[in-house]
């Protein structure tokens, strides 16, 4: 396996790099044929990075529900194939065209364009611009970082944007969709961070889970649901993180109190909102949306920040698997099934 020289001359480096043709590296390939689909795992030839560009040796990666779409051919994710899959890694810098990073820098890279139609991190080496680059915090190890991976990114981006307004004493936060990625990691960080918290979860198996996140309190999704059509309702949470959208997005909308504030992350329940005005301008209700892939790099790089200081979770590995790059068409598979539980991270 060729490997650029970890050494301090960019342009050293980089001129090794590029001159060794030859070389090639392991990455996990979805072909199509006469519109049929396959995945393997193919070697690869190294190509030249270009001005702004980083080429990173892989450590970790992480499977997400937007990989397992790519896998399949799906076209809404992914335009072109062959592809390499994964919109999280994390690794060493080898060969850079920036000053912005050096060489053995340990860094980290989520969503963006990576992954979807760019290859991505199931490989052992993936390029990079510099744009979507994450320098790795101190206190926070490649591996816990794939761990959290963009949903935790996510929900720190959530917290970090309700954090602002509304705080512990305020009252209760809301938080749908609480056993996903996004939900569950959010309501980790918010009893980290003393705040009361209501799970809202469509299943009633995962109530001992979630109150040992930290949830206070576990409402059904169907019960959430089936509140009153009223404008308002009667005002229970100070905020409210939602991840599903649709009929309890606008529920928990009509049920923030004055100056209280919803993020909304995701539409899996619907995208549509079916909503007066009022609780915006009656209680003066904030929403904040909450696009992880283009997020601003500020706030990325103050949540990544937080996530290996004040926020730092201890629950992680309970709930990770680690897997080699051979078995991740398993995982895929159940994961695609809803069979699978937990995070699930690829050492490369």
């Known amino acids: 396996m060729f490997l650029p020289k970890f050494d301090v001359n960019l342009s050293k480096t980089f001129k090794l790099y590029t001159m060794n043709t030859q070389a090639t590296y392991k990455a996990f390939r979805v072909e199509e044929n006469d519109g049929k689909f396959t995945t393997a795992i193919k070697d690869m030839p190294f190509l030249e990075i270009s001005e702004g560009e980083l080429l990173i040796k892989v450590s970790y990666?992480?499977?997400?529900?937007?990989?397992?779409l790519s896998a399949t051919g799906n076209k809404g994710v992914t335009r072109n194939f062959p592809h390499t899959p994964g919109i999280d890694a994390t690794g060493v810098i080898v060969a850079s065209h920036s000053n912005k990073f050096k060489i053995a820098d340990e860094v980290i890279v989520t969503s963006y364009d990576l992954g979807m139609n760019t290859d991505g991190g199931f490989a052992e080496y993936v390029?990079?611009?510099?744009?979507?680059?994450?320098?790795?915090?101190?206190?926070?190890?490649?591996?816990?970082?794939?761990?959290?991976?963009?949903?935790?990114?996510?929900?720190?981006?959530?917290?970090?944007?309700?954090?602002?307004?509304?705080?512990?004493?305020?009252?209760?936060?809301?938080?749908?969709?609480?056993?996903?990625?996004?939900?569950?990691?959010?309501?980790?960080?918010?009893?980290?961070?003393?705040?009361?918290?209501?799970?809202?979860?469509?299943?009633?198996?995962?109530?001992?889970?979630?109150?040992?996140?930290g949830a206070n309190e576990v409402i059904l999704r169907e019960d959430f649901e089936n509140l009153d059509k009223k404008p308002l309702l009667k005002p229970l949470y100070a905020g409210a993180i939602d991840t599903v959208g649709g009929t309890i997005l606008e529920n928990l909308i009509k049920s923030v109190s004055p100056m209280g504030t919803v993020?909304?992350?995701?539409?899996?329940?619907?995208?549509?909102?079916?909503?007066?005005?009022?609780?915006f301008i009656l209680r003066g209700v904030s929403l904040i949306g909450i696009d992880s892939q283009n997020y601003p790099m500020e706030y990325r790089e103050k949540v990544w920040s937080k996530l290996a200081?004040?926020?730092?979770?201890?629950?992680?590995?309970?709930?990770?698997?680690?897997?080699?790059?051979?078995?991740?068409?398993?995982?895929?598979?159940?994961?695609?099934?809803?069979?699978?539980?937990?995070?699930?991270?690829?050492?490369?």
């Open 61 to 68: 990666s992480s499977l997400n529900y937007k990989d397992a």
């Open 127 to 213: 390029k990079v611009p510099v744009e979507w680059v994450v320098k790795l915090p101190a206190g926070l190890s490649m591996k816990e970082a794939m761990m959290i991976g963009t949903a935790g990114l996510t929900a720190g981006l959530s917290v970090l944007r309700l954090t602002e307004t509304v705080q512990p004493d305020n009252g209760a936060i809301a938080v749908s969709g609480a056993t996903g990625g996004v939900g569950s990691v959010s309501l980790a960080i918010l009893n980290k961070l003393g705040y009361k918290t209501v799970a809202i979860t469509s299943k009633n198996s995962e109530v001992d889970f979630l109150k040992k996140l």
């Open 263 to 279: 993020s909304c992350c995701g539409n899996v329940a619907s995208p549509k909102l079916e909503l007066t005005v009022f609780p």
């Open 309 to 348: 200081t004040e926020w730092k979770l201890d629950t992680l590995a309970e709930t990770t698997t680690e897997i080699a790059l051979e078995d991740l068409q398993a995982k895929i598979n159940l994961m695609l099934e809803g069979k699978l539980k937990g995070r699930t991270i690829i050492k490369l």
